[in-house]
């Protein structure tokens, strides 16, 4: 069966704001504090997606979500309108006003994991938001999340959508940027890479420093509900989660046989290739294992050079790889960069792309997307306008130009006037992508 592979990224929120809340994440926390500007956030992010579809490339979008989410904060005792509760809670507890204002839902990777039709028992294409149980901010996105992609992919014969797994730290969820998927064609039958950070029971290592995110026994359970057929779990090196890799995605990027990997993203990478090719057969793998001596833990978790999307261009035999800007300000990542390009591998191009105002909260290329692979058929199946073309690109830089700030510094959270803002452009939001009533505030 042919099929497609869409890029769904998420839309940059109205309080786009650096409030350090990712223990673990190096970006996130050492720019604590400073001031952000969630306009030119939100419009290197429409860039980004306009290049990606202008390649040629199916290209999606998930909007943001309500933010401040004043029903969480009901949730923790606060009372009256919405108004007084965001007041309230602005001069008794501003750490929980900045929990519940943060745009981290941009970062799609950790949406949900998505499983193609190819590669389930039932045939369906499966989807399971993930808990994010390790930060309380991110914890708090799975329901509109789920909302969202049912209102995008409605249940049924097509696809199939699933509640996130039970919320507790041993369950802890990141969704797909702790999974690569390798196939031949994207409609072929895949076989899954699951990463882990730690086994939540029985014991066994774990980092130190920083907290394991994903669990074992949360990928194993994806894994189970969503029935996929060919499954390979590894744990991800606990050293790099210690350096700042608190995702595999920091680490490792994938695209259909090709794996482009740090030689320190798994404790023991010879045995996982083996593991990896036995498993996938008649498919040749092909490995790209970036070597310690070339580039270190630290400057690939400075530079995001594995936080790239690894693309299929139609026409291009090679691959592309879509790199931030920050790996041709790193030494080390350039030259590597340079001598893998002049190297005849699967490799054959790379793009640079400014996403500065996310990546400085820990959040690169690879983060923005969610990756869904659709045949034509379950394509004509989605509701909602979310696939990217120019008319709908100008229209979304029209609507950030007129709602967006391009100042906001985390003592602005509490503003009231911001979070009626944020209401009016995603009111229009939702009748601009046909998505109905998604929001909480829209609900009542
Ligand atoms: O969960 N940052 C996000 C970044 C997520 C990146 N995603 C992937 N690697 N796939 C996180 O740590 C920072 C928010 C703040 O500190 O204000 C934040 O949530």
Redesign the pocket.
């Known amino acids: 069966m042919t099929a497609r592979e869409f890029n769904f990224d998420g839309l940059v929120g109205p309080t786009h ?6 223990y673990g ?1 190096v970006a ?1 926390t050492s720019h ?1 504090m400073q001031i952000s500007n969630p306009r030119e956030g939100a419009l290197q992010g429409v860039q980004k997606m306009r290049s990606l579809a202008a390649l040629g490339l199916g290209q999606g979008l998930l909007p943001p979500h309500e933010r401040p989410h004043i029903p969480t904060l009901r949730k923790l005792g606060f009372t009256g309108s919405d108004t007084r509760i965001l007041e309230n809670a602005w001069k008794t507890a501003p750490e929980l006003v900045r929990n519940v204002s ?1 745009a ?1 839902a941009m ?1 799609t ?2 949406a949900a994991t998505v499983s193609p039709s190819s590669d389930t028992r039932d045939g369906r294409v499966h989807f399971t938001p993930a808990n994010l149980a390790a ?1 309380f ?2 914890s708090i996105e799975h329901e509109v999340t789920g909302r969202m992609l049912r209102a995008i992919f409605p249940e049924g014969d097509v696809f199939a959508h699933h509640a996130a797994i039970p919320s507790a730290p041993q369950m802890g969820d990141e969704g797909a ?1 702790n999974h690569n998927r390798f196939c031949a064609d994207y409609g072929d039958r895949g076989l899954h890479l699951f990463v882990y950070g730690k086994h939540a029971f029985g014991g066994g290592a774990g980092p130190k420093r920083y907290p394991a995110r994903q669990t074992h026994e949360a990928s194993a359970a994806i894994a189970r509900q969503h029935g996929v057929k060919k499954t390979i779990f590894v744990q991800q090196n606990p050293e790099a989660i210690d350096a700042g890799a ?2 595999n ?2 680490m490792a990027v994938s695209n259909r046989q090709v794996f482009f990997y740090h030689q320190d993203a798994f404790a023991a990478p010879d045995a996982l290739e083996e593991c990896l090719q036995h498993a996938a057969g008649d498919l040749i793998l092909s490995f790209v294992r970036v070597p310690r001596e070339k580039v270190s833990l630290e400057d690939a978790v400075k530079s995001y050079l594995f ?1 790239s999307q690894l693309l299929s261009l139609p026409g291009q035999q090679k691959m592309t790889l879509i790199l931030p800007m920050e790996v041709s300000e790193t030494p080390s990542t350039r030259t590597y960069v340079d001598e893998m390009l002049a190297y005849d591998g699967p490799i054959g191009d790379v793009r640079y792309l400014d996403v500065r105002q996310s990546m400085r ?3 690169g290329p ?2 923005l997307r969610l990756r869904v692979v659709l045949t034509a058929r379950q394509e004509a199946a989605m509701g909602a306008r979310v696939i990217l073309d120019e008319a709908l690109a100008d229209s979304l830089e029209d609507w950030i130009k007129r709602h967006y700030r391009d100042r906001l510094g985390p003592d602005d959270l509490g503003d009231p006037a911001l979070m009626m803002e944020q209401r009016t452009a995603l009111d229009e939001l939702t009748t601009l992508l046909g998505l109905g009533a998604l929001y909480d505030f829209q609900r009542v």
């Open positions: 704001n650096y409030a350090g809340l990712s994440n996130a604590a943060s981290s970062w990777a950790n930060m901010h991110r940027a608190f995702h995605d920091v936080n909260n820990g959040g690879a983060c």
